[in-house]
């Protein structure tokens, strides 16, 4: 029996890798296409291109192993079963509750390694992926306002008008309040330098203006040290979306949040989500079965193949929907993110219960 383990999982492993290849390969060459308009601009040159567009396949692969799973466990278990070897082993005492367990030893690796690149690989690759792009040309980062970004620290507004690719901050306002909410300095630099010594930031050409009973004052600094939340790991997390960060992002990010008074939600959903996805490889296998254990007058396997697909792209964007949705109307995090899998998975079992009872 472990001789079967082995060789349905390496069918299934294999089948379901060259998938995923295939997959990576068509969007990278999508994004190829999406980047040639911005050939030339700056220093974006075509080898840089090929960089930047290679840097996004850990996140294509992180995106696309579920669907990958899916497609793969159709293809491997159909070819097995129009060859008669799935039903060689279902005569020879291979029940569908064995066959399940193997399947779901099988999604537990592509879990592992879809939880590997989603919190390792991915994150990083994103960000040096949209640091190159930006730095080849020559832009900056202004995050969601034409004002730049802003951040809370506390009882303060931080105003970011610019970012560089090589995270020096330019045209930083500061707002201080007190706790009675009362503006009590306004403070303004024309740029800003990380200094890792110091966990600060070296501001430059300072202007500090403080209101009190007395009148306004105003005091020009050429240079003054700024510690603050803000940090460059936060312009990191800053320059990706909460979907593609690390777990371990989203939980100093949400904490900072927290901390702030500020809204969660989005990056709640995001961990949740983060900790359930790679499970779903899973669910797919799973409901791979049903299909795969199909009569072959029912239906080749590229009519097989034709509905991974359909289905597999069905599930993302479903996953996609009530995310928002749970976003939209705020729904608990957790069943946002769970809910589509456990949809999937309960639509597995029902499809293998039907079959065994005809």
Not at 112 to 127: C, K, M, V, W
């Amino acid at each position: 029996m472990k001789t079967l383990t082995r060789y349905l999982i390496s069918e299934v492993v294999l089948t379901s890798l060259f998938v995923l290849a295939a997959l990576i390969g068509l969007f990278l060459f999508f994004d190829l296409i999406a980047e040639l308009h911005d050939l030339g601009k700056g220093t974006y040159t075509f080898g840089k291109m090929l960089l930047y567009v290679g840097l996004l396949a850990p996140r294509h692969a992180y995106e696309f192993m579920p669907i990958a799973a899916l497609i793969g466990g159709m293809m491997a278990l159909s070819l097995l079963n129009q060859h008669s070897e799935y039903t060689v082993m279902r005569v020879g005492g291979l029940s569908v509750a064995r066959v399940i367990g193997i399947l779901a030893m099988a999604g537990l690796l592509f879990a592992s390694i879809t939880l590997a690149i989603g919190e390792y690989l991915a994150p990083f690759s994103e960000r040096a992926a949209t640091q190159l792009r930006l730095s080849a040309k020559g832009q900056v980062v202004a995050q969601d306002y034409r004002s730049g970004f802003w951040l809370k620290d506390d009882r303060n507004f931080v105003n970011v008008r610019e970012v560089l690719p090589d995270q020096t901050l330019r045209h930083v306002n500061i707002y201080l309040f007190d706790k009675e909410r009362h503006l009590t300095s306004y403070g303004y630099a024309e740029r800003g330098i990380w200094q890792a010594d110091d966990s600060a930031w070296a501001l430059s050409t300072v202007t500090l203006t403080r209101f009190d009973q007395a009148g306004v004052h105003v005091e020009q600094r050429p240079n003054q040290m700024w510690r603050s939340v803000l940090t460059p790991r936060t312009l990191a997390d800053m320059l990706v979306a909460p979907e593609q960060m690390s777990m371990v992002s989203l939980v100093d990010y949400i904490k900072h949040l927290e901390h702030n008074q500020q809204q969660t939600g989005r990056y709640e959903i995001a961990l949740w989500t983060k900790l359930v996805y790679p499970f779903i490889c899973v669910a797919m296998l799973i409901i791979a079965l049903p299909f795969a254990q199909t009569q072959r007058r029912a239906g080749g396997v590229g009519v097989k193949l034709f509905v991974g697909i359909m289905l597999g792209l069905s599930f993302y964007f479903v996953n996609q929907l009530i995310a928002h949705m749970g976003l939209l109307y705020d729904w608990s995090p957790l069943i946002s993110a769970i809910s589509p899998s456990l949809a999937l998975l309960a639509l597995a079992l029902g499809l293998l219960y039907l079959q065994e009872r005809r």
